[in-house]
């Protein structure tokens, strides 16, 4: 089941990145006492009450005048409605009730998401209990009043927030039709790339960054199979700053990133691959979701007979963490290798899945002990007793050991390049989780 993604927004300096960090558990975003310190668009896996969800910190405002700060708060106010399953409208007690906070609740309103309100600073309600109360003027429904700092509050405003999260539905449980999430920066060709699919152009394609307004499901058939595509289209308008195209990207990348089988990173061949692509990897990567890399616009790239081999190794370098991912070089212009993605869809929708015996594994694991000898530290060497596969989606193993600390990660990255070369499991990640067990067990 994919999580839900509540979005936190509010005016600068309303305590968002401290109520984020305490839904995150830690502290992930900076907080200080200035308007627009954030400076990046964070997202965090949280829970409440057995209910799993991502957060997402759309902080970061700077405005210059009064003028620009409304227009920048309605982008971030679309920003949630776009992206989030709930919201959480962060406003400040000891500020008031501002205009600025009417305008955006307007916004919210119209969008019939669910709209927690919260009241942060309220460090003694029976000091603002009237100042509050105010808030029921934004039309929202019932204030909560909390104090991110010193943690008032906080269970009675996630209490709500779970309480209007989505349950899936039975028809969408019952769906086993593949989720590909196409995915990438703006202006790469991820719209095209659907609609050559299609054959007509169901979705807006424009040379203007971020045509794209709305996530669509679109469905297509190939060879008898249906495949469900979500198109995440990086920004609603072209923006000259930096941080708020990254902003949008990130919390659509995220929303549809949660609902996918597979995620199709869109790389520009002109340009090749950059940081915001490794942001965009990132973030697939961490949800252990099969991931293709796609190069488009391959035919508008001047070849000779090692081009692609540079740009292969290109990506590889930028993208080091993930060197499992496959990678296809395409043209949603001329059509090229289009049909192939479907191969490799299918190739690591079935790797997702795989199961490795655990006799297998441990044959595997013998071998690749008997090759490279453990690490050791202070006399005391590792010992690996065990592994077997606990799940699949994304492929997670448990080896058991002797010192979880003596378990570096590169021992651990040896094991797994190990188990690839047997099994492959090509376009996925693959997860292992250490366990600690006495020397006589």
């Known amino acids: 089941m994919s999580r839900p993604v509540v979005a936190i927004v509010g005016r600068p300096n309303v305590g968002k990145s401290s109520l984020f960090n305490i839904l995150a558990g830690e502290r992930i975003a900076i907080v200080k006492d200035e308007p627009g310190i954030t400076r ?12 799993k969800f991502t957060v997402i910190d759309t902080g970061g405002i700077e405005p210059d005048s009064k003028d620009y700060l409304l227009s920048r708060m309605r982008e971030q106010a679309q920003i949630a409605i ?11 007690v000891q500020m ?28 003694s309600f029976q000091k ?34 779970v309480r209007n999260l989505p349950e899936k539905s039975d028809d969408e449980e019952d769906d086993e039709r593949p989720r590909i999430a196409i995915v990438g920066r703006p202006n790469v060709g991820k719209s095209s790339i659907i609609n050559r699919y299609l054959g007509k152009d169901r ?16 469905t297509i058939k190939r060879n008898g199979r249906e495949y469900v595509f979500v198109d995440t289209a990086g920004l609603r308008r072209k923006s000259k700053i930096k941080e ?44 252990g979701k099969g991931i293709i890399i796609a190069v488009n616009k391959w035919d508008a790239v001047n070849k000779d ?9 290109d990506i590889q370098k930028t993208l080091s963490f993930m060197p499992y991912a496959e990678i296809v070089f395409i043209s949603a212009k001329t059509g090229q290798r289009l049909e192939k993605v479907f191969a490799s869809i299918d190739t690591v929708i079935e790797n997702r899945s795989l199961r490795v015996p655990t006799g297998v594994l441990n044959e595997i694991l013998s071998e690749a002990v008997a090759m490279q000898q453990p690490p050791s530290d202070k006399g005391r060497r590792l010992r690996l007793f ?26 651990t990255r040896y094991i797994e390049n190990k188990i690839r070369e047997a099994f492959g499991f090509a376009g996925t990640p693959v997860k292992f989780i250490i366990r600690e067990r006495g020397e006589d067990n």
């Open 40 to 51: 990046d668009r964070i997202y965090a896996d949280a829970d409440w009450n057995d209910r």
């Open 82 to 92: 776009d992206t989030a399953d709930a919201i959480i409208f962060m406003t400040d």
């Open 96 to 123: 008031g009730m501002s205009d600025s906070d009417s305008k955006v609740a307007d916004i919210l309103r119209r969008s019939h998401k669910p709209v927690i309100l919260a009241v942060n600073k309220v460090d």
């Open 128 to 161: 603002y209990e009237a100042d509050v109360y105010e808030f029921y003027n934004l039309g929202l429904g019932d204030p909560f009043a909390v104090s991110a700092t010193q943690r008032l509050g906080i269970g009675e405003l996630l209490d709500e927030v």
């Open 203 to 218: 979705l807006i394609v424009s040379d203007i960054a971020g045509t794209t307004r709305d996530a669509v499901d679109t």
């Open 244 to 287: 708020e195209l990254e902003a949008y990207m990130i919390a659509r990348t995220v929303s549809a990133v949660e609902k996918a089988d597979v995620v199709i990173i869109v790389i520009d061949a002109t340009t090749g691959v950059v940081e915001q692509d490794a942001k965009i990897a990132g973030i697939a990567h961490d949800r």
């Open 305 to 313: 007979d090692k081009t692609i081999y540079r740009m292969s190794e």
């Open 386 to 411: 065990y592994i077997t596969q606990v799940s699949v989606k994304p492929p997670t193993f448990v080896i058991f050991v002797n010192s979880v600390k003596l378990m570096h990660y590169s021992y």
